[in-house]
């Protein structure tokens, strides 16, 4: 039986003083959670701080993402251009170790609504969570590969070079400390989709009573911890409807 994991990800209020905007007309700026400091080597001098990094949003245009959340180092992963996902939390590794063929791995940020004006944007109300896109597992086997330690080439297997920032900025700022594990997931890139426009399914972090009833999903709050939800059809159905005419496919990794 196939099932859905739902994944938090995104900046938080935590580490980046702030959140993702979401705007009136239904559109949002993806901003990452910043790179773990235990694998940041170059804090910094490195070319992935917020400051540097072009708002894609067309509502932004001129913007960084350091309009909306502290300087730090971002951490783009998941990513949604060729689908990829980085773990390090031990905490999370063993069951997205378990994901199967067709399993879905939902990935939800917090967003706060900006009302846009003529010469600003207003903060308006609470923060929401928001579905801002899904990976479709093809194939387990291949698509999921556990590493261990500083990364090595010849050790990825299906990952290609470029797809991943772990791997792709291995010899700049980024290093897997020694005995720490990386999980990395590959989505099935025809089926994963980043939505350009997010799916609401909690108020603040609890969630909506239809996606408790009509996902199989736990009433309680969803903070960090990897969500379970059963009713994997119904799931399915509901985010291709979503996400049809509503992939955000002019996002690439910054």
């Known amino acids: 039986m196939n099932c859905a994991l739902i994944l938090k990800v995104g900046a938080n209020l935590k580490d980046n003083q702030g959140l993702s905007p979401i705007f009136n007309d239904g559109t949002y700026e993806y901003i990452p959670s910043p790179l773990e400091k235990e694998f940041n080597k170059n804090i910094k001098h490195n070319h992935k701080h917020y400051s540097k990094l072009n708002c894609q949003n067309s509502l932004l245009h001129g913007m960084h993402l350091s309009s909306f959340v502290d300087e730090g180092t971002a951490h783009f992963d998941p990513e949604f251009y060729s689908f990829t996902y980085g773990e390090t939390r031990k905490t999370h590794i063993p069951r997205l170790k378990e994901l199967n063929d067709d399993d879905l791995l939902l990935f939800c940020a917090s967003l706060q609504l900006y009302e846009t004006t003529e010469q600003n944007f207003l903060l308006n109300g609470s923060p929401h969570l928001y579905v801002i896109g ?115 496919t002019e996002w690439s990794i910054p």
């Not at 479709?136 to 297997?157: F, H, R, S, Y």
């Not at 299906?158 to 291995?170: L, P």
């Open 134 to 248: 899904y990976f479709i597992i093809e194939n387990a086997m291949q698509d999921i590969l556990e590493l261990k330690g500083p990364i090595i080439e010849e050790k990825l297997g299906n990952f290609k070079t470029s797809c991943n920032e772990h791997i792709i900025y291995k010899d700049q700022h980024i290093v897997t400390p020694e005995k720490k594990s990386l999980l990395l997931i590959q989505g099935d890139s025809h089926r994963s989709v980043f939505f350009k426009k997010p799916l609401r399914i909690a108020e603040e972090c609890t969630p909506l009573p239809k996606y408790v009833k009509d996902w199989k999903m736990q009433k309680s709050k969803i903070n960090d911890s990897i969500r379970v939800c059963l009713n994997y059809s119904q799931i399915l159905n509901d985010l291709e409807k979503h996400g049809k005419n509503n992939h955000w």
